[in-house]
């Protein structure tokens, strides 16, 4: 029985998955019994990861001061700029920029707990 085009091209992808997954496998099975620096102890003890995890602690800190701030500063702008229209639609523009300023701030501190907590781990 003879197979169409189509057939011969699904089959010979699918061989080449087959392939590819499979080197793969061989590469990574290598890697982690052969390399000394895929274990995590190492990685935590060098001075790139210690680093790294000492600038998202600060980065955190500077969030949690900056962004009350400059949140608060911007609401009150936004409050400011309300007050002065006349127009319905105007107002409703500016009470919108007021919530997605306070979302913005509830966020920031929500990423900003979780990257406490993650980091937490590694410490």
């Given amino acids: 029985m003879k197979k169409f085009t189509w057939q011969k091209k699904l089959y010979n992808r699918k061989n080449k998955l087959k392939k590819a997954v499979t080197s793969l496998s061989v590469v990574t099975l290598i890697a982690f019994t052969f390399a000394p620096s895929v274990f995590a102890n190492a990685v935590t003890e060098s001075k790139i ?14 969030l949690l001061i900056i962004a009350p701030i400059v949140c608060g500063l911007l609401w009150a702008i936004f409050a400011l700029i309300k007050s002065w229209q006349t127009e319905p639609h105007d107002k409703e523009k ?13 966020s920031v501190f929500g990423a900003s707990s979780i990257i406490a907590i993650v980091t937490s781990y590694f410490k």
């Avoid at 990861?49 to 500077?62: E, L, P």
């Avoid at 500016?94 to 509830?106: D, G, N, R």
């Fill in 49 to 62: 990861f210690k680093g790294f995890m000492d600038m998202t602690s600060d980065i955190m800190v500077a």
């Fill in 94 to 106: 500016w009470s919108k920029a007021q919530k997605i300023t306070i979302v913005t701030l509830i």
